[in-house]
């Protein structure tokens, strides 16, 4: 066997391991980056298939949405969620609903968009997470704008974080019983209290305004 040459990035997780003469392979750990297949000498790595999930679709109201179901115990989902992704319509408006926190699923949603929109609540626990996401948005130097969810509770922390990072707070929920009945019931905000209509549609304004697209 020879030496493999040194890989230009590094294997993302250790899904190949030699112990002696064995090798051993894990092929729920592999990202499907194909650096082992570039450096093998031997060229003895071949791609395979493996199922990850299954994609669904459907639509309403001239809306279509997809979602991908990951595979009940597979640890992989940024290959399903590339999938999803190629869905989207370049001339459409397309809205990502990503995991909370900073892991690869996350990255995964959030790159090569024209806008993130966070959303936190004002705790400890919300300004924690929040300060983690925005070093990842700004990696990825994507603009973002903040929504404070049950905005009345809490303590003012997440208001100061985001005035001092210049982050705007695009949106302040408070803590509304019927809000928490209609999303326990699967309903919308704007069928419940149509007042709230208004308000998503200048959000949606004021995201077009500072997006990557309108700004490159
Ligand atoms: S494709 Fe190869 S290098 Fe990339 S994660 Fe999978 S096993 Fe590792």
Redesign the pocket.
Do not use: K, L, Q
């Given at each position: 066997m020879q030496p493999m040459r040194k890989m230009r990035g590094n294997?993302?997780?250790k899904?190949?391991v030699v112990i002696g003469e064995t090798v051993l392979s894990f092929p729920e750990m592999?990202?499907?980056?194909?650096?082992?297949?570039e450096v093998c000498p031997e060229k003895a790595i071949t791609e395979t298939g493996r199922e990850l999930g299954v994609i669904e679709r459907g639509s309403k109201n001239g809306l279509e949405f997809v979602h991908g179901k990951l595979r009940v115990g597979e640890a992989m989902s940024p290959p399903l969620i590339r999938k999803v992704r190629e869905y989207a319509r370049p001339e459409a408006l397309t809205i990502i609903d990503a995991p909370p926190g900073t892991s690869c699923p996350v990255i995964t949603s959030m790159k090569g968009t024209d806008f993130v929109l966070l959303v936190t609540e004002p705790t400890p626990f919300g300004l924690h997470d929040l300060k983690l996401a925005v070093g990842a948005v700004n990696i990825l130097n994507i603009p973002c704008g903040l929504i404070i969810n049950r905005s009345d509770m809490g303590d003012d922390k997440v208001n100061i974080y985001a005035e001092k990072e210049n982050l705007p707070i695009l949106m302040e929920i408070p803590f509304d019983r019927k809000i928490a009945e209609a999303y326990s019931r699967g309903e919308m905000i704007v069928d419940v209290m149509p007042e709230w209509k208004e308000k998503f549609l200048e959000l949606h304004h004021q995201i077009e305004e500072m997006s990557f697209h309108k700004n490159h």
């Open positions: 294997m993302p997780v899904a190949i592999c990202h499907s980056c194909g650096g082992c297949m």
